[in-house]
């Protein structure tokens, strides 16, 4: 889902310096919904083929349809409460539709259900900071660094949580390893150097 949703935003990026921008919009948008369902959403937790998303639920979601992708995977959970993925992505849904009670509550269940993916534990933490809960937001974040260490926005958003805590040491350290990963951010995070 990550990596779908990371060439999505290149493939926009792209486009918007092209004259035919509605043109290939649409061709992007073709693409994305032929694809979507040979890319499925298999990284849940026990990562059987039996307990994958619903195709239409995760098409909802990767076309931005978030009203529908929170009733269509409301109804896969109600049908597979164990659906981990499910769980997950009907938090982010309620998230961008600002129930952020919601949001926390399913990502949530989808830990609790074993799901172990860095970016379920970045929007957790995001969600726990919109919450005013900064203790919950660091733990949070913490782990999305342990999982996806790999990825600047988890030590970027867990130095902005450090600094509101007052750690500042520890800010400078998650910035300078966002820095690392990703030096194009260097004026987003010089604030804190």
């Known amino acids: 889902m990550r990596d779908l949703l990371t060439a999505r935003a290149h493939i926009i990026d792209l486009t918007f310096s092209n004259q035919n921008f509605r043109f290939q919009m649409v061709l992007v948008a073709g693409a994305i919904a032929l694809l979507y369902p040979w890319i499925g959403c298999n990284a849940f ?38 659906n981990a993925l499910a769980h997950y992505h009907l938090g982010f849904a309620q998230g961008v539709m600002g129930n952020r009670t919601a949001e926390v509550t399913e990502y949530k269940r989808a830990e609790a259900l074993g799901l172990r993916m860095w970016d379920l534990f970045l929007n957790l933490g995001l969600a726990q900071i919109e919450n005013g809960d900064l203790n ?28 509101r805590r007052g750690m500042l040491a520890n800010a400078e350290h998650e910035t300078l390893a966002s820095l690392l990963l990703n030096p194009g951010n260097r004026t987003r995070a010089t604030c804190w150097l």
């Open 45 to 82: 937790a026990g990562g059987t083929e039996e307990q994958v998303c619903d195709v239409s639920a995760d098409y909802a979601l990767g076309i931005e349809d978030y009203s529908e992708t929170i009733r269509l995977h409301a109804e896969v959970v109600r049908k597979a409460p164990e």
């Open 136 to 163: 919950a937001a660091t733990d949070s974040l913490q782990r999305a660094v342990l999982l996806g260490g790999d990825h600047s926005e988890s030590h970027f958003n867990l130095a902005l949580v450090e600094e």
